[in-house]
């Protein structure tokens, strides 16, 4: 190469920016390997750029040797330390072209060659002889000429293969390996014009030899910074991919659990409703039975076993709403001693004690009276069955603030820590089995919960369970609504006539159930299985009353209701709806803005025409 003449500096100087640059790729590749999940191309493109920067550092050495102000004596092309310089020179670029081509493979997924491989160590070793053999540096160049632009084409084709060949970073990348082929190319043929053995200084070919360096800086500049954005557009997709992943097992894991909660929901429900229906469906076939006492005795437990089932839905359809339908103001005082009125001979009936003492001071709430005495009893009935005989259950209430607060204490064993996280949670009980179905308590906490007050389970001064429920007061100044009792309503309208139904039920069989009660009960009927069929009815006949379900094919109840509101409002205060489910979100929300009455199935039919009765009667 030509550095001793007077243009030689500027190629010097090249060389020295083109090893330090090595050096700081290889520095950050590597720095980045250890920072980064470890991958075998980053390992491979570190090790390149290592090797780049020892060959470029020997023939660093070798030439600024060949300066006479450097070493005293310049180098000659067959001292020792310049054979020596070649060949570590040689072997760091004939390793930078393998392990460059070896990281591209490794980032497409493509493995080396085991071959290759097996034959590394004896090729190194002949590369390194041949070099230090070799008469000088331009035919150093002329031997890797094909090497680089193999290695460089190779590598070139493997970025451009695979998952996101379109990325910056390996586009640019391809391209720079490519354009430095064809530079290489061009270096072969430039060696062979000067003569790679005794190489002339004065020929026209020279001009690209002294501007090697140089230019090799531009390429390494670009294939190093194209490399590093490689890097980080992997690092960014795997980062996509982990996301996308946990994404994946979160969904999954989400799914599971809502699977689980299905499943104890779906073994729970069918464990508390499959006995009564084997009792109903065991005496179903007595209803054909000759004797008559065992008709009757069959459709007494056909009839009891069935309410039971509706008591059981309806507990579970507690659970899943919370707003609370009915505020009346309520003497909390008053309807404690009424629950503990009515609960009182069961509890001397089982040698228990029910003790209470009272607030002092009258205390009003306001909410729904049902509710808050079903949470009372499903307390207290816990209670009785959790105490010794004999024993004595305490119900304390007091007001602390704006709080009403009712203390209800057994002399049981309590509730153990471990349990009392899952405690509400439904269909889990410590009874045994048939004592207990596990819903008292999760619809006390959701009935608690809909009048925005808290219920919590400690340990009572005698040792046993304490429940302690916290109710917001009613306002001061929050007025008395009026609630006149409402007479009962006439089976006919003013005119002697009887009342008009008209019922929109898809079910045939509930359709048919409930026309058969109100005709029994003097209701004139009319049945529909859809609300499109019913509207032009309601345009030709005049109905007292309107029962239509909520959910049906096609128009909705909702739809109906919407329908009505801009076309017919009076007849707004004729509906009456019933529906089976009040705890999706679609229905709740219905629910806070219908203004008709809603009556959940399973229903009474005595209270659904008593409901009937009553918007006939108001319209």
């Not at 006479?68 to 054979?83: D, S």
Request: charged share 15%.
């Amino acid at each position: 190469m030509f550095f001793l003449d007077s243009t030689g500096f500027f190629s010097l100087v090249s060389l020295l920016i083109q090893c330090i640059l090595a050096w700081i790729v290889a520095g950050f590749l590597m720095l980045l390997g250890r920072r980064l999940q470890p991958s075998a191309w980053l390992r491979r493109w570190s090790t390149a750029f290592l090797l780049l920067a020892v060959g470029l550092s020997a023939i660093t050495v070798r030439f600024l040797g060949a300066h006479h102000h450097v070493l005293g004596e310049p180098l000659t092309e067959n001292h020792l330390l310049t054979r020596a310089c070649y060949a570590i020179y040689f072997v760091g670029k004939v390793g930078f072209f393998w392990y460059l081509l070896g990281g591209a493979r490794a980032l497409r997924g493509q493995p080396w060659p085991t071959t290759w491989v097996r034959w590394t160590g004896p090729t190194v070793a002949l590369l390194a002889a041949l070099a230090a053999m070799l008469p000088s540096i331009e035919s150093t160049l002329l031997v890797q000429a094909p090497l680089a632009i193999t290695a460089f084409v190779l590598a070139a084709r493997a970025l451009r293969q695979g998952p996101s060949p379109e990325e910056l970073g390996c586009r640019v990348a391809a391209a720079t390996m490519l354009t430095w082929a064809a530079i290489w190319c061009a270096y072969a043929v430039t060696v062979i014009g000067v003569d790679p053995v005794h190489p002339r200084v004065d020929s026209s070919w020279s001009f690209l030899l002294r501007c090697n360096s140089l230019i090799d800086v531009v390429m390494q500049v670009t294939l190093g910074a194209a490399l590093i954005v490689v890097v980080v557009q992997d690092v960014q997709r795997q980062a996509l991919q982990a996301a996308a992943e946990r994404d994946r097992l979160r969904a999954q894991v989400q799914r599971d659990e809502r699977l689980r909660a299905l499943s104890t929901l779906v073994s729970g429900v069918a464990h508390e409703i499959n006995n009564p229906l084997t009792a109903i469906l065991g005496f179903a076939a007595d209803l054909d039975a000759a004797d008559g006492p065992t008709r009757r005795e069959a459709a007494r437990i056909v009839l009891e076993q069935a309410d039971r089932c509706r008591a059981i839905v309806q507990r579970l359809s507690v659970l899943g709403r919370q707003p609370v339908q009915t505020r009346d103001r309520i003497d909390a005082d008053a309807l404690v001693e009424r629950v503990v009125a009515g609960l009182r001979p069961q509890f001397a009936q089982a040698g228990l004690t029910l003790r209470t003492t009272a607030n002092a001071a009258t205390t009003t709430l306001i909410g729904d009276a049902a509710g808050i005495e079903q949470v009372l009893t499903n307390l207290l009935v816990n209670a009785l069955h959790a105490s010794p005989r004999p024993g004595t259950v305490t119900v304390t209430t007091r007001t602390a603030a704006d709080r009403w607060i009712v203390q209800i204490a057994d002399q049981g064993r309590g509730v153990p820590l471990a349990d009392r996280g899952r405690i509400f949670e439904p269909f889990f009980t410590t009874k045994p089995p048939g004592c207990g179905s596990g819903l008292g308590l999760p619809v006390a906490q959701a009935m608690v919960t809909a009048h925005g007050g808290t219920i919590q389970v400690g340990d009572a001064d005698c040792g046993g369970a304490q429940f302690t429920v916290e109710l917001p007061c009613a306002p001061a100044a929050a007025p008395m609504p009026a609630a006149p009792p409402a007479p009962a309503p006439p089976p006919h309208a003013a005119d002697g006539s009887p009342l008009r139904l008209l019922i929109i039920d898809d079910e045939p069989q509930v359709r048919s159930s409930i026309e058969r009660h109100a005709r029994t009960a003097g209701w004139r009927t009319t049945a529909t299985d859809s609300a499109e069929s019913a509207l032009p009815l309601l345009q030709t006949e005049r109905f007292d009353a309107l029962l239509c379900d909520l959910r049906m094919p096609g128009m909705a109840g909702s739809g109906l209701y919407d329908h009505l509101s801009r076309h017919a409002p009076d007849l707004l205060r004729r509906l009456v709806f019933v529906t089976g489910d009040l705890t999706s979100p679609d229905a709740a929300a219905f629910a806070r803005r219908c203004r008709a009455p809603i009556v959940s199935k399973p229903f009474a039919f005595a209270d659904l025409l008593r409901r009937l009765r009553e918007v006939a009667v108001g319209a």
